[in-house]
Protein backbone atom coordinates (compact mmCIF):
# COMPACT_ATOMS: atom_id res chain seq x y z
CA UNK A 1 0.00 0.00 0.00
CA UNK A 2 1.09 3.43 -0.70
CA UNK A 3 1.00 5.92 1.60
CA UNK A 4 -0.09 9.70 0.62
CA UNK A 5 -0.91 11.11 3.93
CA UNK A 6 2.92 13.25 3.43
CA UNK A 7 1.78 14.21 -0.51
CA UNK A 8 -1.50 15.67 1.16
CA UNK A 9 -0.02 17.39 4.08
CA UNK A 10 2.19 18.96 2.04
CA UNK A 11 0.00 20.37 -0.83
CA UNK A 12 0.53 18.85 -3.93
CA UNK A 13 -1.98 16.50 -3.89
CA UNK A 14 -3.56 17.25 -7.97
CA UNK A 15 -5.43 15.79 -10.58
CA UNK A 16 -2.80 12.81 -10.91
CA UNK A 17 -2.60 11.37 -7.71
CA UNK A 18 -6.21 11.69 -7.16
CA UNK A 19 -6.11 9.35 -9.98
CA UNK A 20 -3.90 6.85 -8.91
CA UNK A 21 -5.33 6.35 -4.56
CA UNK A 22 -6.50 2.51 -5.61
CA UNK A 23 -5.27 0.63 -2.45
CA UNK A 24 -3.89 3.87 -0.94
CA UNK A 25 -3.38 3.92 2.79
CA UNK A 26 -5.15 7.23 3.99
CA UNK A 27 -5.71 5.76 7.63
CA UNK A 28 -6.73 8.83 9.74
CA UNK A 29 -5.99 11.07 7.35
CA UNK A 30 -7.65 14.31 6.89
CA UNK A 31 -9.11 15.08 3.82
CA UNK A 32 -11.67 17.57 5.31
CA UNK A 33 -13.23 19.82 2.09
CA UNK A 34 -11.14 17.80 -0.52
CA UNK A 35 -12.14 17.49 -4.40
CA UNK A 36 -11.81 13.71 -5.28
CA UNK A 37 -14.39 13.94 -7.92
CA UNK A 38 -14.19 10.88 -9.98
CA UNK A 39 -11.07 9.58 -7.88
CA UNK A 40 -10.34 5.66 -8.04
CA UNK A 41 -10.13 4.96 -4.13
CA UNK A 42 -11.23 1.77 -4.71
CA UNK A 43 -9.60 -0.61 -2.30
CA UNK A 44 -8.32 2.30 -0.31
CA UNK A 45 -7.71 2.04 3.55
CA UNK A 46 -9.86 5.48 4.88
CA UNK A 47 -10.29 4.12 8.07
CA UNK A 48 -11.03 7.07 10.48
CA UNK A 49 -10.43 9.82 7.67
CA UNK A 50 -11.47 12.65 7.90
CA UNK A 51 -13.51 13.41 4.99
CA UNK A 52 -16.19 16.32 6.14
CA UNK A 53 -17.27 17.83 3.15
CA UNK A 54 -15.12 16.24 0.61
CA UNK A 55 -16.22 16.02 -3.42
CA UNK A 56 -16.37 12.53 -4.02
CA UNK A 57 -19.15 12.85 -6.57
CA UNK A 58 -18.71 10.03 -9.13
CA UNK A 59 -15.77 8.68 -7.22
CA UNK A 60 -14.96 4.74 -7.07
CA UNK A 61 -14.69 3.59 -3.16
CA UNK A 62 -15.56 -0.34 -3.97
CA UNK A 63 -14.47 -1.98 -1.40
CA UNK A 64 -12.78 0.90 1.20
CA UNK A 65 -12.25 0.45 4.18
CA UNK A 66 -14.07 3.57 5.56
CA UNK A 67 -14.51 2.17 9.11
CA UNK A 68 -15.68 5.25 11.25
CA UNK A 69 -14.50 7.34 8.65
CA UNK A 70 -16.15 10.65 9.17
CA UNK A 71 -18.00 11.56 5.91
CA UNK A 72 -20.32 14.40 7.24
CA UNK A 73 -21.78 16.38 4.28
CA UNK A 74 -19.80 15.10 2.10
CA UNK A 75 -20.90 14.89 -1.45
CA UNK A 76 -20.94 11.15 -2.88
CA UNK A 77 -23.61 11.79 -5.79
CA UNK A 78 -23.25 8.69 -7.80
CA UNK A 79 -19.94 7.24 -6.53
CA UNK A 80 -19.25 3.36 -6.59
CA UNK A 81 -19.60 2.15 -2.67
CA UNK A 82 -19.83 -1.43 -3.98
CA UNK A 83 -18.88 -3.56 -1.07
CA UNK A 84 -17.26 -1.08 0.98
CA UNK A 85 -16.68 -1.04 4.87
CA UNK A 86 -18.54 1.65 6.23
CA UNK A 87 -19.70 0.62 9.46
CA UNK A 88 -19.98 2.92 12.07
CA UNK A 89 -18.70 6.35 9.67
CA UNK A 90 -20.41 8.88 10.43
CA UNK A 91 -22.45 10.24 6.96
CA UNK A 92 -24.61 12.73 8.78
CA UNK A 93 -25.99 14.89 6.03
CA UNK A 94 -24.51 13.32 3.34
CA UNK A 95 -25.40 13.21 -0.21
CA UNK A 96 -25.85 9.79 -1.83
CA UNK A 97 -28.18 10.54 -4.29
CA UNK A 98 -27.61 7.94 -7.14
CA UNK A 99 -24.49 6.13 -5.45
CA UNK A 100 -23.95 2.39 -5.94
CA UNK A 101 -23.92 1.08 -2.59
CA UNK A 102 -24.60 -2.99 -3.02
CA UNK A 103 -23.48 -5.18 -0.72
CA UNK A 104 -21.66 -2.11 1.46
CA UNK A 105 -21.68 -2.77 5.08
CA UNK A 106 -23.32 0.26 7.00
CA UNK A 107 -23.85 -1.53 10.46
CA UNK A 108 -23.93 0.94 12.99
CA UNK A 109 -23.49 4.03 10.41
CA UNK A 110 -24.81 7.52 11.24
CA UNK A 111 -27.31 8.64 8.05
CA UNK A 112 -29.38 10.52 9.84
CA UNK A 113 -30.26 13.08 7.20
CA UNK A 114 -28.61 11.51 4.86
CA UNK A 115 -29.76 11.78 0.94
CA UNK A 116 -29.66 8.46 -0.27
CA UNK A 117 -32.07 9.33 -3.34
CA UNK A 118 -32.12 6.57 -6.32
CA UNK A 119 -29.43 4.90 -4.32
CA UNK A 120 -28.53 1.43 -5.15
CA UNK A 121 -28.67 -0.63 -1.49
CA UNK A 122 -29.03 -4.24 -2.99
CA UNK A 123 -27.93 -6.42 -0.46
CA UNK A 124 -26.43 -3.28 1.75
CA UNK A 125 -25.88 -3.86 5.87
CA UNK A 126 -27.92 -1.44 7.80
CA UNK A 127 -28.57 -3.54 10.91
CA UNK A 128 -28.46 -0.76 13.57
CA UNK A 129 -27.84 2.32 11.58
CA UNK A 130 -29.48 5.53 12.54
CA UNK A 131 -31.49 6.95 9.57
CA UNK A 132 -33.63 9.92 10.80
CA UNK A 133 -35.10 12.54 8.63
CA UNK A 134 -32.78 10.32 5.89
CA UNK A 135 -34.50 10.49 2.57
CA UNK A 136 -34.85 6.87 0.38
CA UNK A 137 -37.31 7.89 -2.29
CA UNK A 138 -36.79 6.17 -5.09
CA UNK A 139 -33.32 4.03 -3.39
CA UNK A 140 -33.86 0.09 -4.26
CA UNK A 141 -33.96 -2.12 -1.29
CA UNK A 142 -34.33 -5.46 -2.13
CA UNK A 143 -32.20 -7.82 0.38
CA UNK A 144 -31.09 -4.78 2.10
CA UNK A 145 -31.05 -5.71 5.84
CA UNK A 146 -32.83 -3.18 8.02
CA UNK A 147 -32.53 -5.05 11.16
CA UNK A 148 -32.41 -2.88 14.19
CA UNK A 149 -32.02 0.23 12.30
CA UNK A 150 -32.92 3.07 14.21
CA UNK A 151 -35.56 6.11 13.66
CA UNK A 152 -36.70 3.94 10.29
CA UNK A 153 -40.46 5.00 9.57
CA UNK A 154 -42.96 3.22 7.34
CA UNK A 155 -42.88 6.25 5.02
CA UNK A 156 -39.02 6.49 4.02
CA UNK A 157 -39.03 2.89 3.21
CA UNK A 158 -42.42 2.97 1.45
CA UNK A 159 -40.84 5.80 -0.81
CA UNK A 160 -38.15 3.24 -1.54
CA UNK A 161 -38.65 0.51 -4.91
CA UNK A 162 -38.54 -3.29 -3.73
CA UNK A 163 -39.08 -2.46 -0.02
CA UNK A 164 -41.41 -5.60 0.43
CA UNK A 165 -37.89 -7.50 -0.41
CA UNK A 166 -36.14 -6.08 2.32
CA UNK A 167 -35.52 -7.44 5.62
CA UNK A 168 -36.68 -5.66 8.75
CA UNK A 169 -37.32 -6.58 12.34
CA UNK A 170 -40.89 -8.41 12.94
CA UNK A 171 -42.71 -5.70 14.69
CA UNK A 172 -41.42 -2.85 11.90
CA UNK A 173 -42.94 -5.46 9.35
CA UNK A 174 -46.37 -5.41 10.50
CA UNK A 175 -46.08 -1.19 10.65
CA UNK A 176 -45.38 -2.10 6.56
CA UNK A 177 -48.47 -4.65 6.51
CA UNK A 178 -45.79 -7.33 5.56
CA UNK A 179 -46.15 -10.61 7.28
CA UNK A 180 -43.35 -11.26 10.14
CA UNK A 181 -40.77 -14.05 10.14
CA UNK A 182 -42.02 -15.54 12.83
Do not use: C
Not at 70 to 83: I, K, Q, Y
Not at 88 to 107: I, M, T, V, Y
Not at 126 to 150: H, P
Amino acid sequence: LINYSDVIELGTFNHLVKRYLRGANLKGTSLKGADLRGADLSFADLIEADLVEANLRGADLSFADLIEADLRSANLRGADLRGASLSFAELKGAHLKGADLRGADLRGTDLRGASLIEAGLRGADLRGADLIEADLKGAYLKDADFMGAINLTPQQVQSANNWENAKYDDDFRIKLGLTPYT
